[in-house]
Structures are given as C-alpha cells and as structure tokens.
C-alpha cells in the first residue's frame, strides 16, 4: 500500500511529539518539517528522535518558497506551530496538499483566510484535536437534548503551571450554552496532564463524561485520525467535531 | 391538557417508589395499582403515600377479569410487579392499552407472548428502564465503533448484599462483545445504590461513561420518560435502548 | 447487657432519621423524643416509624421542666434540633446525661455555654458527625504535613437546591489553611446526597480522599459513633475531629 | 549547605529516570551511576540526560572493587537495577553508606543479607517507593481499624501490557488482611500509568483513597524523600510504610 505522505509546520516541544507519532506508524512517510529558525536545518527530524533511517528532513520556513509545496509533494500538511503558519497554507492548497490546523488561537483575518481556502481545498481546523474531547463534545450535546433539565457542570483539571481556564473546557461551555462564570470549574494542582469531566445531575441519578489525557501523543494520534479521515473527501471546511458528530450518525446503534 | 391516565402492576417496595413518582407528577393520573394480595384492598395508593387526595385505588391481581381494563380505562399500563403479570398484558392490550414493562427477566415463552402483542399495540420492554443506563448504553456502542482499538472494562458497584452481577453491566458486556469473565469487574460494598463505570482506555487517553444511581426513584422517572415516548407511536416492540438511540439519531449537533 | 439509654431533640426530617437508627440498634434503648409543638404528643417515635414496640415517648419542648430529666433518666442527650435547643442543655448536664450536639451554627454566646458545661460534663459538639468526612478531615491534615508542597484543591457536589457552600469544605478549607474563594470548588447539579473530595496535586503524583453520603442515616450512625465514645471519657469538650484524630493516633500501623 | 552525595545502581528507562530527579534537585550531588556492561563507559549521566554540566560518572558494575566506595564516597546508594546488586550492598555499608533499594522482588536469601546489614547500618528497602502509595498503605490500615465493619475492594488500573497484578495492590490486599482473589480488581486498558483506589462501603456512605501516578519521575521523588529520611537516624531496616507511619504519628493534628 502506497503510504500518505504528510509534512509539519512546528518542531517544538509538541511539533516532536507529533513528527514521532507520524514515523511511528507504518501508513506514514514523513516528508518533511518546517519549523522557524535554522536550528538542526537540513537535518532529519527522523535522526533527532532516535530513528535509524532519515525521514522528516527539517527546513526553515524561510526556506518555503513559491515551489516548495511542488518540489516536496505530500498529501497533507498539520499544523502544530503557530498562527503566523496560515499564511502558507495558499502556496500548500495550490498545490493540493489538504490542511490540518490544531493551532489553538486565530484572529477573525485568519479564520477568513482560512475558509477561503476551503472553498477548493480539504482544510481541518481544531484547536483540540485529541479524538477523546470530541468525542465527549458531542456525546454531551446529544445528551443535553436527551435529558433537558439535567443540571451541567463542566471540571478540569490541569497541572498548577497552566494559568489560562482550558480552551476545551471553555468550548464545551459554549456549545452546552453555559455560563462560564458559574458552570466551569478548574482545578490547578501538581502535574496532571489534562482531564475534562461533563456533569450531569438529575434528581435521582448522575451521568459523568470524563475524559484524560495521559501524555501529547494523543495530539499527534489526533492529527493521524484527521489526516486519514480527509482522504476521498470533498473540499470543504472540517472540524474533529463535525467529523466525529458524523461518526456518531454512522454508527447509532440498530437493534 | 389532558392527563396520561396510567395503572401500574405492583406495589411492593419498587412499586410504590414508581406510583409515588406518577403521583407527583401532575401531567399523569394515577388510576388504579394492581398488586397481590388483598393487603389494602380498595384503599388508595395515593393515602397511603401521604397524599391528600384519592388516586390508584387497590385492587387484588384476583379481581382482574375480562372487563377490568375497559371497565378502568388507562393509557398505559406500566408493570414492575414480576414475570407472572405477563398473562394479563393480552386483556390490556386487546382494551388498547400501552405496555411498559421493567420486568428484570422473562422466560422465551413470555417474550414470544410480548411479541405477539406487539404486532397490533405499542409494547415497551426494558429490563433497566433508567434514562441514564440507556443513554450510556448507546454511547459505548457509539463509541467502540468510533475507536474500535481501544480496550474497554466494565465497573459495576452495588451495596453489599447483592449477590448476581448487575444484569445491566452483563447486557452492556454483551452488547460491546466482551467476555464478562474477562472484562466485568464487580465491587461489592456497603449500601452504594448502583453505579455502572465503562473505561475505554487508549494509548495516550481514557474516556469514561459513569452512571450512578442515587435511589429507585430513577425507575419511575424512566417509566414516566417511556410511557410519554409511546404516545403516539405505532404499534411495535420498544425498548429504552431503541428509543434512546433514535433520539441520538435526531440529535447529532449540526455545526 | 444494659442497653445504653438515649432521648433525641428533634424529630423533623433529620431526627426521624436519627430516631431510626437508634431504634433499629439493639444495643440502645430510644427512651424520649423532645420535639418543637405537640403534633404527636405523648405517641411512641418508634410506633410513628413501623415498628411494633413502644419507644421514644413524644414530648413537647414545653414538657422539659427542671424535673423532666430526672424523671426520664438517660445516659446521652443527642440533639439534631436547632440551636435553640441548647439552652436546655444545662439541666440535662445536671443530671449527669453526655451531650451529643449535631447543630450546625451557634452563635459565641451559645458555645461559650456549651464550654462552660464541658468543665464537668462529656459534651460532644460536632456540625458534622458523619465518621467519613471526620476521617478525612483528619487525613488531609496529616497529609498536608507529610507533603507540604502538594497543591490542594476541594471539591463538593450537592443536590441543586442546597444554596450556600458546604458547611463541612468551608471547614476543610479552614483546617489547611486554604482560601475558600480560590480553592473550594462547589457543583450544584440533580440529587446528590453530598460529596467532598480533597485533591492533593503533586508533580508525578495525585492523592485524591473522596466521601460520598449515600443518605441522612450517615448522621444517626455517627451519633452512635460518637455516644459510644464518650462513655467512660472524663468530662470535657469533644468532637468528632478529636475523637477520630486520637483513633488515628492509636491505630498507626506497627511493623 | 553541603550537598548530599549519591550514588546510583542502574541506567536502564527507571535508573535513568531516577538520575535526572537527583540531577534536579539542588541539594544532591549525583556523584556516580553503576550500570552492567560497559555502554557510555566513564561517561556523564549528567550530559547524557541534556545537562551541561558534567555528575553522575557511569562505571560498570564489573568495575566495583573492594576500593571502590572508598575511593568514591557518598552519603546514600539509591538501587533502581535488579536483585544482583545487593550482593555489593556489604562494601557500600561498611563504607558507611546509607542504602536505599527500590528493587521490587528479592528470594530470602537476599533479604537475610540484608537483614543482617541493617545491624550497623542505615538500610532502606521498600519495592514501592513512591510517597503517595505509601501514605495510602498506612491511611488504609487505619481506616479499617476506625471502621472496622467497613467492606473494602481494591481496584487497581494499569496499561494494557502490564500482564502481572500490581505489586503494590497485593502488597495492600496483604496489610488489610483481603484475599487477593476476592477483593483485589485489576484493570488493563490503553496506556494507563498507574492508578490505586481503595474503597471503604458502608451502610450509608464511601470512603475511597486513590492514587494516581502520572510518571516514574514519582520513583526518583520518593527516593529523594527517602535518603533525606535516613540523614541523622540510627542503623536500622527502614521501609518507606515505616517512615510513613512515622510521620502520620507526628503529625496527627492537635485541636
């Protein structure tokens, strides 16, 4: 089988994580890695996470000009970087390389600049693109329909460093129409990593949706599930949300 | 508007947690309890909760002849008494009278006469009839499909003198295909009311669906939930499951 | 053996509750119960709760002379009353009847009473006289000292309809030393019972010490609890949190 | 202040894990690592975990003469690697270094040898050295003595490939006296670290302890806490539960 070859914009601590989850499995060719700067420039993203063959050959983005989406073809370019990554995404789109974007933070420009895109081209756009959160994103809007006078409380749970309330957390308020203020609670201790639980009480019984995080692979096991699920798509606008919201239509059990 | 009337077969501890329920609940009338026994024959359920007004009066499971149904018409006849009120279901049925049935366990011989009623009437048949149970029922299924790699256990906690595995925990087991040898862990302490755990467990995630029951009460508010899904429906065998699943279907989000 | 003889104040929904459990415990003998009014005057408490004998005599407040306690000998005076309960108190200690207080506000003027008492009496003062949330006052406590840099965070869950913050976090928070505003988190949502969890966040680790009540007779077994422990105590002023720190203190584990 | 000396046994995933805590932490000095076979040889553990200082010099254990702790002094041995190390232990002690040993299984034999060196020396042995599971072990036994009715179920949750039951759950089942097969629950799924959780029923509430680990670096923090522990105290065989019960007895809080 013909592997799908992906490119990256981003090799810092998470861009790493995610080269790695990339050369990990065996459906992938890791092109190569554009990050900022000419640190390791050159050289195999591959050699500098202990693989013994070259892969994921690193470049500056100084180095991406007109040609460099046609002269290094890959069927998808993700996006762990940063916002200023956007602007590349017209040469790559031309090119007919889909987009997968996780950066957490975009302006209104930006976003713009993005749906244009989508227009003629696959563009994914997620800010939590971990398979998990969306799963539980959807399966509490659902359950919100479900049982409409269910009190909701949302509680997150991050290591003490993380000052920001969870963007995640924050969404699912949204989506839920909660008032963040009064239904989101973080929590700030030590070094978890992440989890999310969805409260919902009822008088005589609770249902709790959590979800944890264990390390940032999940991040790059996102991008692989997003990457794949964009094959034999047509162009357009995706979300990991509307995706799995389609996975849950796919899949309602019949009896 | 006018109220559902409602019968309601048994009345031991379970059964008046339900009539209690119904009587609470002002879009319902409560018409008459069947139960064995001529224990508070003729008195009404409603007096004996500590209501001030008369509603459910007593009657033997002995007094119900040919006529009782159409002689007491009710829109539903919700049954959690035990397996033997499935012989009246037929003289319900043939009166019109909606089935719900929260019987823990039938004989094939009893499904097959439950089938047979439901090729002309509307009949209801769950073993847990909790909104909640249900709901993470199809979730899993939803969810084993959506990350068919992830490993999934089942823990089930119940008060101490529970003997048998939860019967719930056995059907959710059986309906994600795993082994309940294998899979089903069951915690036996104390006085906790019931609380069904299903881990699903990734390389770098866990997603969790929890369900606790805080009292019986969750039984009555399914059937309230089931007997308001029947209304209007045409004839045909239900479950919680199947109506739960359906409302899925009508309320994946749309971005 | 002699049963150990107890009066209750109180007989709302909470005292019922307390009156059961001592019914039901064959080590105790339920000899009056004090209530506000006259409705069920001079009736049996344990005649009024289902069971075939006669216990607990109903008095009004009003029937509490300087004679009633001396008259109607006891060996503990539990109150799960009000606060205005306590002015009677000083009799009941001149009696020589141990005082177990479950109130859960006094004003300075009232335990400044309950102190002057204490000099020759057993009075137990306790808002909450749970066993469990008792012993995780007292592990955290010792927690905090044995991981001094652990980041702490609380957490409560009640039914919806409770209003203000836990009386029994508020105290937690106090006896770490934390700020309530910033590290006591409280969820409203349904029917939950109550439940306090206290997480301790270290860098590569989290200790979590979670109580869940499952119903009020949490309250009765403690009034057990804490009359057991007073017979044969000096007199003095005691409370859940002392009792339990000083069976920590005898039970640490000897290898 | 004058650092603390360490040496190490072992540079596998665990031993290098441990180094890089000792590296950390400004008290210590890490003065030599000890590896079987002959790999990075008179290297620095320092360098190759990133630092750019150079501590922790690694030896083979081939290189471990009679000379060898005299020539190299430090204040504590910390062992991450196997059972075979403790025949070295003997020239550590008389060399007056303080042992700790975190090895998770030894035969009789190697626990008489070191038995017999805790005669005149500081010995520390515990197979789970982490302050968290530790503190739940002595909290536990406890527990059960306050609530001694309490019953009690260990659920233990680990990673998929994890095929043993934990050491540490057995270990807990054995203090409070549980039958392993009866209340010992072991939970395997995904990439799970390690999480403890001990749950106490009773009639009318829970109490559950839980632990959970989010990475090794909690080893190489509990062997930290434990060569502090042993600065100052008297030749002895210490156990982390040992120093742990300890500290409860210190600091049981005082009203």
Known sequence: MKKIRVGIFGFGKT??????EFLNDSQ???????RKGYADHHKYASRLLGYE???GKIFSIEDVDNDF???????ALVDFSDSSG??????????????VSAISKYEQEEIDLIKSLAK??????SPNITLGINVLMVAAQILQKIAPHADIEIVEEHFKGKREVSGTAKRIANLLGLNEEEHLNSIRVGGIVGR???????PNQTIRLQHESINRA????????????????PPGLYTMETIIAEMFRQNIPVY
């Open 86 to 99: 956007v602007y590349l995404y017209k040469k790559a789109a031309e090119a007919g390389i889909s987009i």
């Open 196 to 202: 999310h639980e969805i409260i919902f009480g009822m």
């Open 218 to 233: 999940a991040f790059g096991q996102g991008a692989i599930f997003a990457v794949k699920c964009l094959i034999g798509q």
């Open 53 to 55: 063959f070259d892969a």
């Open 28 to 34: 992938f060719a890791l092109t190569w890695v554009v």
């Open 69 to 75: 989406f046609r002269e290094r073809p890959v069927d």
């Open 15 to 20: 861009g790493k994580v995610i080269a790695n």
């Open 120 to 125: 003629y081209n696959r563009v994914l756009y």
